[in-house]
């Protein structure tokens, strides 16, 4: 294994042929068979083979992340679901995806009114926290506007 270790990796910038005669040159130095040459060498290519030529996007994770994207919070849903909706699609798009990216994402679909409050939250539990705040006071000024024209109406 340590013997691998001196091989040279194939960067793709070098010329191959130089590059194949270089590692049989090693290998011979190394006491490898032909056989184990072949081997290696048909390993340090593929690595610098997948490296730069890296397999497409998915067209599955193409349809999360436009799901992602055209993701808008309704007018009445609750910021609990929504961002419970937002998470389960950014992890289906990478489940490696950064709390900062799923934050971009929960931004972005935020209604606007809520949009301006959203803007400094640096975690995602601070953002349901916060959302649901302003949530509920929206709420709390959306009944009370309610209970005041109800109470002019009998009044007039």
Known sequence: NERIKLLPNFSGSENSLNWLKNLQQIGKSLKLSEQEIYE????????????????????TNIDYLAKLLARKQGETEPVGKFVQDINRLCLKLDNKISEQDKLQYLRRGLRPQL??????????????????????????????????????????
């Open 40 to 59: 290696l060498a048909t390993i340090k290519l593929s690595q610098a083979f997948l490296y730069a030529f890296s397999p497409p996007i998915q067209p």
């Open 115 to 156: 949009q301006h409050y959203a803007l400094s939250i640096t975690s995602l539990q601070d953002f349901l926290t916060v959302m649901q705040r302003h949530e509920q006071i929206e709420k709390e000024v959306s009944n009370q506007q309610t209970s005041s024209r109800s109470s002019q109406q009998q009044r007039n």
